[in-house]
């Protein structure tokens, strides 16, 4: 007990402690996250101005990895493409379902729709946080048996509290996305908010649009985005307030990405003496004023080592705090990192050819789902 008081009392006596709370935040902010994690262990002040809702924000994140399934299977791959999966992808410590999809991640915590043995036609949605192991069960609402689209809305810097959108279809009408598959409009939103514990439903009059299953989902600013047919970006509020974002003429939007607190698309086109990758971001969502970003040569991208994969990749994410992105490419489906700063291409590992990430069809695409952990948050209301 004497040790642990003449420790705080030297805390509590270095210089360190006369610098400013915003001083203190600006230098904390400049380390690795896991170092961060490190400080809040240092004293009571630190951890209350590390865990403050203000300074949350401003800290960095680690990005850990990726999770994704195939065949029924999950998977986690660690970014470094080393060592044993820095999450256990089977989410062992939820409660024991017969089957268990993930559906989106959102700011660390993960969407998961989970049927019973004893009941295989009821469904639940569990959102947990793989981090800490805490989870939630959401009640399923009225249209969560014939809902494709469901996603969630989650931002530790503004509350502990999330919220999980499902797309309601118009069973009347649709899109042909090609002569053999149909897509239907979405007629209706439903919104469930942890705080109230309860799902508020909305009607979508003013636009129509159809969204693949497994388009990805960025929320921020208290927004969801997400990639819709027809090279549509579809933006609704957790009011239920909706709204479209005018695309890029003649580019086709297909996934879209967080990055750096705005919103990204990469896109391959056919360019003279070949193809090219293209990257645009979104500086003004009030005006959809995209900004190419960054634009490179295949041949450039993968050189003469990778020279293979040029008609054959995909971009599946980005990180969220450099300018980096991540591709698969080949047969083999290798999981590649590209800076974006430095034009460097670095090898990760390969995933194996079940998966299917090239081209266009949204259909066979498996998702990607880039998590970054969230240590320092405890789920609200969860167990």
Same mark, same amino acid.
């Given at each position: 007990m004497a040790g642990d008081s003449k420790k705080e009392k030297c805390v509590e006596g270095s210089p360190v402690d006369k610098l400013t709370?915003?001083?203190?935040? $600006? *230098? *904390?902010? +400049?380390?690795?996250?896991?170092?961060?994690?490190?400080?809040k262990c240092v004293s009571t002040r630190w951890r209350d101005l590390i865990s403050h809702p203000d300074h949350r924000k401003n800290m960095p994140q680690s990005l850990a990895g990726f999770f994704y399934q195939v065949k029924g299977a999950r998977y986690f791959t660690n970014v470094s493409g080393e060592g044993d999966p820095f999450f256990d992808p089977s989410l062992s410590f939820l409660p024991n379902y017969q089957s268990l999809y993930i559906l989106d991640c959102c700011n660390g915590l993960l969407l998961c729709r989970c049927w019973k043995a004893t009941d295989p036609e009821t469904l639940d949605y569990i959102v947990c946080n793989p981090a800490t192991e805490k989870w939630v069960v959401v009640p399923a609402s009225d249209w969560s048996s014939e809902v494709v689209v469901a996603r969630l809305g989650f931002d530790s810097s503004v509350s502990s509290h999330f919220h999980v959108f499902e797309f309601i279809i118009d069973e009347a009408s649709g899109v042909y996305e090609d002569e053999s598959r149909y897509f239907k409009n979405i007629k209706a939103l439903a919104i469930y908010s942890s705080k109230a514990g309860l799902w508020m439903v909305t009607e979508i009059m003013a636009i129509s649009f159809a969204i693949p299953w497994n388009s990805r989902s960025v929320f921020l600013n208290g927004v969801l985005h997400l990639a819709a047919f027809d090279d549509l970006i579809v933006a609704v509020d957790v009011?239920?307030?909706?709204? +479209?974002?005018?695309?890029?003429?003649?580019?086709? *939007?297909? $996934?879209i990405f967080p990055s750096q607190r705005r919103l990204y698309f990469a896109h391959s086109t056919a360019g003279i003496g070949g193809s090219d990758l293209k990257v645009w971001v979104l500086e003004d969502h009030g005006r959809a004023d995209w900004t190419l970003k960054h634009n490179v040569s295949n041949l450039k991208l993968f050189g003469t080592e990778y020279s293979s994969f040029q008609k054959h990749y995909n971009v599946v994410s980005f990180h969220p705090e450099r300018n980096m992105l991540f591709i698969v490419c080949g047969e083999e489906n290798t999981l590649m990192?590209? $800076?974006?700063?430095?034009?460097?291409? +670095?090898?990760? +590992?390969?995933l194996g050819s079940d998966c299917q990430v090239e081209g266009s069809d949204w259909e066979g695409k498996t998702p990607f789902l880039t998590h970054v952990p969230l240590f320092s948050e405890s789920l609200a209301n969860g167990h």
């Amino acid at each position: 007990m004497a040790g642990d008081s003449k420790k705080e009392k030297c805390v509590e006596g270095s210089p360190v402690d006369k610098l400013t709370d915003d001083l203190l935040v $600006d *230098i *904390i902010s +400049r380390v690795p996250y896991k170092a961060t994690c490190c400080c809040k262990c240092v004293s009571t002040r630190w951890r209350d101005l590390i865990s403050h809702p203000d300074h949350r924000k401003n800290m960095p994140q680690s990005l850990a990895g990726f999770f994704y399934q195939v065949k029924g299977a999950r998977y986690f791959t660690n970014v470094s493409g080393e060592g044993d999966p820095f999450f256990d992808p089977s989410l062992s410590f939820l409660p024991n379902y017969q089957s268990l999809y993930i559906l989106d991640c959102c700011n660390g915590l993960l969407l998961c729709r989970c049927w019973k043995a004893t009941d295989p036609e009821t469904l639940d949605y569990i959102v947990c946080n793989p981090a800490t192991e805490k989870w939630v069960v959401v009640p399923a609402s009225d249209w969560s048996s014939e809902v494709v689209v469901a996603r969630l809305g989650f931002d530790s810097s503004v509350s502990s509290h999330f919220h999980v959108f499902e797309f309601i279809i118009d069973e009347a009408s649709g899109v042909y996305e090609d002569e053999s598959r149909y897509f239907k409009n979405i007629k209706a939103l439903a919104i469930y908010s942890s705080k109230a514990g309860l799902w508020m439903v909305t009607e979508i009059m003013a636009i129509s649009f159809a969204i693949p299953w497994n388009s990805r989902s960025v929320f921020l600013n208290g927004v969801l985005h997400l990639a819709a047919f027809d090279d549509l970006i579809v933006a609704v509020d957790v009011e239920g307030n909706h709204k +479209r974002i005018v695309d890029l003429d003649d580019d086709f *939007i297909n $996934d879209i990405f967080p990055s750096q607190r705005r919103l990204y698309f990469a896109h391959s086109t056919a360019g003279i003496g070949g193809s090219d990758l293209k990257v645009w971001v979104l500086e003004d969502h009030g005006r959809a004023d995209w900004t190419l970003k960054h634009n490179v040569s295949n041949l450039k991208l993968f050189g003469t080592e990778y020279s293979s994969f040029q008609k054959h990749y995909n971009v599946v994410s980005f990180h969220p705090e450099r300018n980096m992105l991540f591709i698969v490419c080949g047969e083999e489906n290798t999981l590649m990192s590209y $800076d974006m700063d430095s034009m460097e291409l +670095r090898f990760i +590992r390969q995933l194996g050819s079940d998966c299917q990430v090239e081209g266009s069809d949204w259909e066979g695409k498996t998702p990607f789902l880039t998590h970054v952990p969230l240590f320092s948050e405890s789920l609200a209301n969860g167990h």
